[in-house]
């Protein structure tokens, strides 16, 4: 079982790697098959959507949310008081640029929790030794973006233990997406490349 763990993780992580450090026809074709990776293993992993994440929200769930919103009041309140608040940018209007990010939110949510947390639970024997691994997986896919590397470490430490105490995606699923929003606006472009990640935040201008 662990070794078959460590398979799956090591499987989803290189094509996940892969489509976040190619361009144009090759990224989606990665981006295709990460999806369709995750998808075979989360049907014949045999795990419940209890198990997952999945089932309806529970004990800890409105205090994740409002974790999450005092998280991104804060986050917003010290982009105003360092001048740097602004809209969040890109090519998309913002309310499909929302939508995007939504969809892009869960799915981040997704791979880290249901995937990865869930196999390092059968391979690393300590709890919090799991949620470690799994934030530092988590960190490590937002190379070279050293602002969100540092962000996504922290916030994949409290994501993953509040997922291992509650075991629900939907309140974390939340709370990522207003962090992230708001990251987005109180920290420069100059110095996130708009949110950008891998060969797209070498190549931004």
């Not at 999945?54 to 974790?67: E, M, T």
């Not at 949620?131 to 973006?145: G, K, T």
């Not at 708001?182 to 420069?188: D, E, G, I, N, Y």
Request: aromatic content about 12%; glycine content about 10%; proline content about 4%.
């Amino acid at each position: 079982m662990r070794r078959h763990s460590l398979l799956e993780i090591l499987i989803v992580y290189t094509v996940l790697e892969a489509a976040l450090w190619t361009r144009g026809h090759m990224q989606f074709f990665w981006i295709v098959v990460t999806a369709i990776c995750v998808g075979i293993m989360t049907v014949r992993g045999g795990r419940s959507a209890a198990g997952l994440g999945l089932s309806n929200p529970r004990q800890g769930s409105a205090r994740i949310v409002v974790a999450g919103i005092a998280g991104a009041i804060v986050v917003l309140v010290a982009g105003w008081a360092a001048g740097t608040l602004h809209p969040p940018q890109g090519r998309h209007s913002p309310v499909v640029g929302f939508l995007i990010y939504l969809v892009f939110t869960f799915s981040q949510e997704f791979v880290l929790q249901s995937v990865f947390l869930v196999r390092l639970e059968t391979i690393i024997p300590s709890g919090r030794g799991a949620v470690l691994a799994a934030a530092l997986l988590f960190s490590l896919a937002h190379f070279p973006n050293l602002a969100l590397l540092i962000a996504t470490f922290i916030g994949g430490l409290v994501f993953c233990e509040a997922f291992r105490r509650y075991r629900n995606l939907y309140p974390i699923w939340f709370a990522h997406l207003v962090l992230g929003l708001s990251v987005a606006a109180a920290l420069p472009d100059s110095l996130t490349h708009q949110m950008k990640v891998g060969v797209a935040y070498l190549t931004y201008r």
